[in-house]
């Protein structure tokens, strides 16, 4: 969890609230568990909620979880900061994702994420420069025999979240083309 | 009909409308569920302990004993499946998901019986979205039916089981840390004992099973404990998925006996090297596991073989001195999750171990020092070797810090972390110390 940046609090957005949504599935999960025990069993669900509300989780987005849940801002801070997938800066509309651990980094991951960096010009975790990806490197997503594989979310749309398998320059270029141009190329994946 | 034709698990991998319960019925799915329902919990528990079931995560652990450990007087027993799948190398529980839920439910329902168990949770790793969804919509069509909720197929048990996603750590597939984030906090480990069978979620018994392990029981209850542990070999019953990835010509998730050796699992199952390179090294369950030289790939990937055969040879803290795993037990390997990531003979062995000790510097939850600290350092030593910057005693340092992490954190990451290094330095030294002698030295440096 070590390359986390730094958690920051944002400038507030005022009348922000959770969902219509949030509320109802909190409705729906709360018998789930054992009485004075829900709050924080929830805390995990809710703040991928949130994210998926907000596109990330900052100190104001954690205020309002911990204030539904009746938990400590310094609890809901904890695990937002521990778990990976709770981006604590505002990612780009796409989120690509590349796995570079050992099964994809054998059949030439670091080419594809090479190519990624220089195409957009970032480093890992940055934004390029139009605001329209964020390249992370990630760790093994257990679909190693189809490597190198990448993950895209797209903001807003929690159903986007596609594994891209088998990437090689060709098909780098091809996903990189299709996020200039404003779509996740749900046909190259599966 | 061969050896290779027995499946239990994945029969219908592959097959479009096999996640439907519809087809699922069909193919004789829930009809075990259905009879486990009628059962004493004692009569399940004793053909799971006649089946030889060994848990499918990682640890090899019989099921059966496992689930003995809860106290006989607990009032509320909790099941967790993990499904938390991020060994690298492993990529078989995500299959089962994705074409089987029901047979994991249905293997749940089993258990639930067995261990009298109202209320059980699948632990399913973040980034499976895809899987979540099969999964959630299976467990649906369940409840709709009768086959979960109130009084299962009419009986006088009910069972519950809720969903709970992960949101990207490694470590919480290691049970406690499972259990703590499922109860909504940082995936921090806890020192066992208590063992969770005994004080695991919310301070009750908890019993945590792997995906694959669970989606066994169906078939253990409709043909006995027996044949299942005649499919196996010695102490370890059943078939085994193994997923291998790597430089072999066909990748992928397979069922095979347990008797099948890496020799024979290159060659025959996946085709063998690709562009008929030879073999250099393999990793036989998972990264954390100690990885295999061409002349130790005759022994068969199961449990027991993999830690005792004598043709492997054992791991190193420096050459002529063996590592002690404690209790004078030296390391050779072992089958962990049944991850295989099999190395050609143009692979670099030091940016391979470099990127498994990265990988564990990233999922460090950070409790202990000597993990937190150690596989950062390890990592670090590990880069500037593999890269050509390695300086003057970098291998026996590298070593050094390995051999200080294991044993002394609270869960195994540590040593998940230690145990490979050593490996591939106890095996392909040479690689180590040539890279080192070659390195890129500013004037004047060491």
């Keep these: 969890m070590r390359r986390h940046p730094s958690f920051r609090a944002r400038k507030a957005v005022p009348g922000q609230e959770l969902s219509p949504q949030i509320e109802a599935r909190i409705q729906q999960l709360w018998s789930r568990f054992p009485e004075g025990r829900a709050a924080q069993a929830l805390c995990l669900p809710v703040l991928y909620l949130a994210q998926e509300q907000f596109g990330y989780v900052d100190a104001e987005v954690v205020d309002l979880v911990a204030g539904r849940l009746g938990l400590t801002a310094a609890h809901v801070t904890g695990v937002a900061t521990f778990y990976f997938m709770i981006n604590k800066v505002r990612p780009g509309r796409y989120h690509l994702q590349i796995c570079t651990n050992i099964g994809c980094q054998l059949v030439g991951a670091y080419e594809v994420f090479e190519r990624c960096k220089q195409r957009l010009g970032v480093q890992n975790k940055g934004t390029s420069a139009d605001g329209n990806v964020t390249l992370t490197e990630v760790e093994c997503l257990a679909a190693c025999g189809f490597g190198p594989v990448a993950q895209i979310a797209e903001r807003e749309k929690p159903e986007i979240p596609l594994y891209f398998e088998n990437l090689d320059a060709t098909r780098i270029d091809a996903i990189l083309d299709a996020l200039a141009e404003g779509r996740v190329p749900t046909e190259l994946g599966n | 009909?061969?050896?290779?034709?027995?499946?239990?698990?994945?029969?219908?991998?592959?097959?479009?409308?096999?996640?439907?319960?519809?087809?699922?019925?069909?193919?004789?799915?829930?009809?075990?569920?259905?009879?486990?329902?009628?059962?004493?919990?004692?009569?399940?528990?004793?053909?799971?302990?006649?089946?030889?079931?060994?848990?499918?995560?990682?640890?090899?652990?019989?099921?059966?004993?496992?689930?003995?450990?809860?106290?006989?007087?607990?009032?509320?027993?909790?099941?967790?499946?993990?499904?938390?799948?991020?060994?690298?190398?492993?990529?078989?529980?995500?299959?089962?998901?994705?074409?089987?839920?029901?047979?994991?439910?249905?293997?749940?329902?089993?258990?639930?019986?067995?261990?009298?168990?109202?209320?059980?949770?699948?632990?399913?790793?973040?980034?499976?979205?895809?899987?979540?969804?099969?999964l959630q919509a299976a467990i649906d069509e369940a409840y709709a039916k009768g086959y979960l909720g109130e009084r299962m197929f009419g009986s006088g048990v009910s069972l519950d089981i809720t969903v709970y996603r992960g949101l990207g750590a490694y470590i919480c597939g290691e049970e406690t840390a499972l259990l703590s984030s499922l109860e909504g906090?940082?995936?921090?480990?806890?020192?066992?004992?208590?063992?969770?069978?005994?004080?695991?979620?919310?301070?009750?018994?908890?019993?945590?099973?792997?995906?694959?392990?669970?989606?066994?029981?169906?078939?253990?209850?409709?043909?006995?404990?027996?044949?299942?542990?005649?499919?196996?070999?010695?102490?370890?019953?059943?078939?085994?998925?193994?997923?291998?990835?790597?430089?072999?010509?066909?990748?992928?998730?397979?069922?095979?006996?347990?008797?099948?050796?890496?020799?024979?699992?290159?060659?025959?199952?996946?085709?063998?090297?690709?562009?008929?390179?030879?073999?250099?090294?393999?990793?036989?369950?998972?990264?954390?596991?100690?990885?295999?030289?061409?002349?130790?790939?005759?022994?068969?990937?199961?449990?027991?073989?993999?830690?005792?055969?004598?043709?492997?040879?054992?791991?190193?803290?420096?050459?002529?001195?063996?590592?002690?795993?404690?209790?004078?037990?030296?390391?050779?390997?072992?089958?962990?999750?049944?991850?295989?990531?099999?190395?050609?003979?143009?692979?670099?062995?030091?940016?391979?171990?470099?990127?498994?000790?990265?990988?564990?510097?990233?999922?460090?939850?950070?409790?202990?020092?000597?993990?937190?600290?150690?596989?950062?350092?390890?990592?670090?030593?590990?880069?500037?070797?593999?890269?050509?910057?390695?300086?003057?005693?970098?291998?026996?340092?590298?070593?050094?810090?390995?051999?200080?992490?294991?044993?002394?954190?609270?869960?195994?990451?540590?040593?998940?972390?230690?145990?490979?290094?050593?490996?591939?330095?106890?095996k392909y030294r040479d690689e180590f110390e040539a890279k080192v002698r070659h390195a890129h030295r500013p004037k004047g440096a060491a």
């Design chain 2, 1 to 134: 009909m061969g050896l290779f034709d027995v499946k239990i698990i994945s029969e219908h991998f592959g097959v479009h409308d096999a996640r439907t319960l519809d087809y699922f019925e069909r193919k004789g799915g829930y009809r075990s569920a259905r009879k486990a329902c009628q059962m004493a919990p004692e009569a399940i528990a004793a053909e799971v302990t006649a089946s030889n079931l060994r848990g499918r995560g990682g640890a090899g652990f019989p099921t059966a004993l496992k689930w003995s450990f809860v106290p006989k007087d607990a009032q509320t027993v909790y099941l967790v499946v993990n499904a938390d799948e991020s060994e690298p190398g492993t990529f078989k529980d995500r299959n089962i998901l994705y074409w089987n839920p029901h047979m994991l439910i249905e293997g749940m329902i089993i258990a639930a019986v067995a261990l009298e168990v109202r209320s059980a949770f699948i632990y399913i790793r973040g980034e499976m979205a895809r899987e979540n969804k099969v």
């Design chain 2, 185 to 426: 906090g940082r995936g921090w480990p806890r020192l066992k004992p208590p063992f969770p069978a005994v004080k695991g979620l919310w301070g009750q018994p908890t019993i945590v099973n792997n995906v694959e392990t669970i989606a066994n029981l169906p078939w253990i209850v409709e043909h006995g404990g027996k044949a299942f542990a005649d499919l196996g070999t010695g102490r370890s019953g059943g078939l085994r998925l193994v997923s291998v990835c790597g430089h072999v010509n066909k990748p992928g998730v397979y069922e095979l006996p347990l008797t099948v050796t890496g020799r024979q699992l290159i060659d025959e199952v996946c085709g063998g090297i690709k562009g008929g390179r030879k073999v250099k090294g393999v990793i036989p369950g998972g990264v954390s596991m100690p990885v295999l030289t061409p002349d130790e790939l005759d022994v068969p990937f199961e449990f027991d073989a993999l830690q005792k055969d004598e043709r492997i040879r054992e791991v190193e803290v420096r050459p002529g001195q063996k590592f002690d795993l404690g209790g004078n037990r030296t390391l050779r390997t072992m089958a962990g999750s049944g991850g295989v990531v099999v190395m050609d003979e143009t692979t670099d062995m030091t940016q391979a171990a470099w990127r498994i000790v990265h990988f564990f510097a990233e999922e460090s939850c950070g409790q202990c020092t000597p993990c937190r600290e150690g596989t950062g350092w390890l990592a670090q030593v590990a880069h500037r070797i593999a890269f050509d910057h390695g300086r003057t005693g970098d291998v026996d340092l590298l070593a050094s810090i390995a051999d200080g992490i294991a044993g002394n954190t609270i869960c195994a990451l540590g040593d998940a972390a230690a145990w490979p290094t050593l490996a591939f330095l106890t």
